[in-house]
């Protein structure tokens, strides 16, 4: 098996996408007889640097680096006349795009992405139905069951929907430091308990709930890790003395405050995907699994298909104050109780490696390779009505708002049962 992976956005690159698809290419290329990244560099870096750090050959895109749109249009109309193209045995992508004019070509394709389109763009459902029961789209590596599930509402086969999640490197906490150390590198106390969140910091995140909890819990110091500059969260943390705004860290120095957290913090929200249609399942999941220390999310569906209540973490119900502060103070006051969800989740963690995670889907593009298309089925009055209603309300939204997404709180009740 050869594979041609083609990514969209220029390599280096700090983004979640940037690390979940390159990461992926690293692990899954030596499980290949031959192997090549299609991707933008990114301006200061060269070919040889992104191919060092992917470890396989790069095909420079013949794309401009500006405007992303023109960028990814160049991506898609240009990749068909590479050479690594034709050798190779399919393409994979997580660009939509790309994938179409992959097929248009004669090649076939596998499509890894976290995002429900279906649900989140509903006038793309009719084209993406025909582009993933196509016989030549192989498959769809879903980060998450639920957006498996929406790809199955739309009509696609089973067969060629896969969740399998995404992972973290445990190279990175090979070097643990103690928890009283980590708090000095970083010079907070040892005896002070320490509340931590890492991720891009803005109000997509259900970070006004955590602001909230801090001024309940003045004995605890909330550290938030990924600042940008001066936002509205910025700007509410500012009024209060136990939350440090710190900001974007580098791989080599996120792990200090990782290994200085009493409590690591998933925001218990729905709100990141109901209101924003953010999804799903944060990459720092899998990293805080690995860390040793103990995690408190909210009790969702997309947390609940990696987190086990009561087991690997401290789950409380979502966009409830009372809920996540009563679970703050569980976690920072029981000790024992810290200690076992810590251990619990690093043990899990085992399952949630990139390596684990490229054998997976060697294992699943094996299988779909070897196996007859399965019927597509057709389209009937059911996908079309859901398609014509749900478009209608995106229009509206984005009439409204001017984003491309449609969050699931904007779909009717009417939009969410299965088309017949």
Known sequence: ????????????????????????????????????????????????????????????????????????????LTIPLRREFRQADLVYTRNLWVAWMS?????????????????????????????????????????SE??????????????????????????RFEAAIPLDEAKRQIGVPPETKTVVYTGRINHKKGLEL??????QLPELLFILVGSYGDGPIERLAAELPNVRVVPWQTEATLGRYIFAADV??????????????????????????????????????????????DETALLCQPDSLDALVDG?????????????????AQAHSRNYTWEARARKIANIIANWRQSAPPAPGSWGRGQSRNWLGQSRRWFVHFARTRSWILPPGALAPADKTPPR
């Open 328 to 344: 703050l103070r569980q976690l920072t006051t029981d000790e024992a109780l810290a200690a076992r969800l810590a251990a619990a």
């Open 264 to 309: 690591l913090l998933i925001p218990p929200s729905l709100q990141p995907l109901a209101k924003f249609g953010s999804t799903v399942l944060p990459l720092k999941l899998f990293f805080y699994l690995g860390s040793g220390r103990p995690i408190l999310a909210g009790d969702t569906p997309d947390v609940a298909e990696v987190l086990r209540a």
């Open 146 to 171: 639920y957006t498996r599930q929406k790809y199955i509402e739309l009509g696609v086969p089973a067969a060629k929907l896969h969740c399998v999640h995404n992972g973290f490197e445990p190279a």
């Open 1 to 76: 098996m050869r594979i041609l992976f083609a990514f969209e956005n220029p390599l280096p690159n700090a983004e979640a996408d940037a690390e979940v698809f390159a990461t992926t290419a690293k692990y899954l290329g030596p499980l290949t007889e031959g192997s090549w990244l299609h991707a933008p560099v990114a301006a200061g870096s060269t070919p040889e640097v992104v191919s060092r750090a992917v470890g396989m050959p790069i095909v420079r895109a013949w794309a401009p680096l500006k405007p992303a749109a023109l960028r990814h249009f160049c991506c898609g």
């Open 103 to 143: 097929i248009l070509s004669g090649q076939r394709v596998v499509f890894d992405h976290y995002r429900p389109w279906p649900d989140q763009i509903p006038p793309l459902q009719f084209w993406l139905y025909k582009l993933f029961t196509h016989e030549r789209f192989l498959g769809s590596i879903c980060h």
């Open 210 to 215: 955590v602001i909230r909890a801090a001024r």
